[in-house]
């Protein structure tokens, strides 16, 4: 089985490279090909990733390459984890949206936009030379911003699947709460990628006991303080949302901290450069503990279990994995083509079948009709261009939904994101 990561040259890859070693009854891979055309960081992770293929045992080939069409030939899969400007455009996406007092931030409101404009059409070209040289392989979004890329690769036509870690860093932290395996959890989770509530925690599968009451009652102060919201936010709710509804919950709140503080893209951009300092030890023969600092935790299981699921021959029957994939009737108010962010039962040629989920509280309903309706406007400013496509997305996000504020915000974007837009 040959496995293609295109962004290889990420200070993420190590993590995945763990999950690929230690997984490998469960993935197979015999060849595993990084691409990046950062060449450095990519000889260096490439050296480190072979170390731990070593270490943990693992028979098969790491190569690395900076040629896209070479390196996805004959691939199974190919994984997308790229940042279309590195940290220096993600530095920008978190720091100009707050001039205009909005959120700075990567995957949601202004800043989200702006790396959809950018990231879009980079993503879509390099599928077809994944379609042209491999038609059969399963593309794996974990490029954010995943339900808007996603949705772009699958109303292109072709075979991909959105992954997020969210759902399952939240089945681990459930997990070690309760005492339980995390093969025991199972998440009701539901919405679009970076917007879901977790509406259940069951034990055992779909059907199962559900657990969220106790979990909140005994730990509710442990879940809030991770997803930095008050206690009060889930009691209320009884649900447990995503660390990115804090942007919508506590937007006044978030911005006031993020302009007295250094910014996350800051932060990270000191952390790879040490990670990539360790990277280069020729004694380093595992993931560094710095790099779970770096975020994307448990990224490398989620994506071997998925990646197991899709290519296996089904024989166990399909798996069950939250992930980003065609509404299909899942939310009946939202259109099929819409990507949601839910349970799916994954296996076979078809690719992910979501789980039928109940009735959405209004309370949720709308706001995830509502950053649908961005995200298609999104889209449509990512694949045709045109200042006044930017201004209408702008203007439909619920964090940002006023006229004037758009049309500074639009200003803003297209003046930090030209090099990367050629219609701006």
Same mark, same amino acid.
């Given at each position: ?56 045992? !693992?028979? +098969? #080939?790491?190569?690395? %390459?900076?040629? /896209?069409?070479?390196?996805?030939? @004959?691939? *199974?899969?190919?994984? &997308? ?107 009701? !989770?539901? +919405? #679009?990628?970076?917007? %879901?509530?977790? /509406?259940?925690?069951?034990?055992? @599968?779909? *059907?199962?006991?559900? &657990? ?213």
């Amino acid at each position: 089985m040959k496995l293609a990561v295109v962004g290889g040259g990420s200070t993420y890859t190590p993590e995945l490279i763990d999950g690929f070693a230690r997984l490998r009854d469960t993935l197979p891979v015999s060849e595993l090909v990084l691409i990046d055309p950062a060449t450095e960081r990519l000889e260096l992770i490439g050296g480190l990733a072979r170390r731990i293929f070593a270490r943990q045992g !693992h028979p +098969g #080939l790491v190569t690395t %390459t900076s040629d /896209l069409d070479a390196g996805v030939d @004959g691939a *199974d899969a190919v994984l &997308l984890q790229l940042r279309v400007g590195g940290q220096a455009a993600r530095l920008r996406d978190e720091t100009w949206p707050l001039e205009c007092g909005c959120v700075g931030q990567e995957t949601t409101g202004a800043g989200g936009l702006a790396k959809a404009l950018r990231t879009v059409p980079v993503v879509l070209d390099i599928a077809e030379r994944v379609r042209r040289t491999s038609p059969q392989a399963w593309i794996i979004d974990f490029t954010n911003p995943v339900g808007i890329v996603t949705r772009a690769l699958l109303q292109a036509g072709h075979k991909a699947v959105g992954l997020c870690n969210v759902a399952i860093g939240l089945q681990r932290k459930f997990a070690a709460l309760l005492g339980l395996a995390p093969a025991d959890i199972h998440l009701d !989770h539901v +919405g #679009l990628n970076h917007l %879901t509530w977790e /509406l259940g925690v069951r034990r055992g @599968g779909p *059907d199962g006991e559900d &657990l969220l009451p106790g979990l909140l009652a005994a730990h509710g102060e442990a879940v809030a303080a991770d997803l930095r919201l008050p206690r009060e936010v889930l009691d209320r709710l009884r649900v447990v949302p995503s660390y990115y509804l804090r942007y919508f919950y506590s937007h006044d709140e978030v911005v006031r901290e993020l302009a007295t503080k250094p910014s996350r893209a800051a932060e990270v951009a000191a952390m790879e450069r040490e990670l990539l300092a360790l990277y280069g030890d020729p004694a380093l023969d595992e993931k560094p503990a710095l790099l779970a600092k770096r975020g994307g935790a448990f990224y490398s299981e989620a994506a071997v279990d998925l990646a197991a699921s899709l290519l296996g021959d089904g024989s166990g029957g399909p798996a069950v994995q939250v992930v980003n994939t065609y509404n299909n009737g899942t939310l009946p108010f939202l259109p099929d083509d819409a990507v949601v962010e839910v349970q799916a039962r994954i296996g076979g040629a078809g690719g992910p079948v979501p789980l039928a989920v109940p009735r959405l509280d209004p309370l949720y309903a709308g706001l995830i009709s509502h950053v649908t309706a961005y995200e298609d406007l999104a889209l449509d400013a990512a694949l045709r261009g045109g200042r006044e496509r930017v201004f209408r997305a702008l203007l439909a996000h619920p964090l940002v939904g006023q006229f004037d504020l758009a049309e500074g915000l639009t200003d803003r974007l297209l003046a930090h994101n030209k090099e990367h837009l050629p219609w701006a």
